[in-house]
């Protein structure tokens, strides 16, 4: 199974950008489609962004227009760039594929925090 392992998390200010990445231990082009989910506290794992092998992708409503989920092929890396974040942005943001999910085996993810 891929792993895949998250950063670029943080804490910044209302209407700040950040840019996570999914460091993939294989060739991404091998994964059917990554997502990249959020837990927010207190609250259950949603996902907010995906890329399909073929390079189509799918945002949530919460955030279209202000994530954009990308990707690196020669780095085996997926990207979400945040831009306008807001509070309710807040969470820790994880990346998966169909198999990390069917699994249970998510990895650490990364702690985003966004102040008013």
């Known amino acids: 199974q891929v792993q895949l392992v998250e950063s670029g998390g943080g804490v910044v200010q209302t209407g700040g950008s950040l840019r996570l990445s999914c460091q993939a231990s294989?060739?991404?082009?091998?994964?059917?489609?990554v997502g990249w989910y959020r837990q927010p506290p207190g609250k259950q794992r949603e996902i907010v962004a995906a890329?399909?092998?073929?390079?189509?992708?799918n945002y949530v409503d919460s955030v279209k227009g202000r994530f954009a989920i990308s990707r690196d092929i020669a780095k085996n890396t997926i990207y979400l760039q945040m831009d306008d974040l807001k509070p309710e942005d807040t969470a820790v943001y994880y990346c998966a594929s169909p198999a990390t999910v069917a699994s249970g085996s998510w990895g650490q993810g990364t702690q985003v925090t966004v102040s008013s």
């Open positions: 890329i399909a092998s073929g390079g189509h992708s």
């Open positions: 294989e060739s991404i082009l091998s994964i059917n489609a």
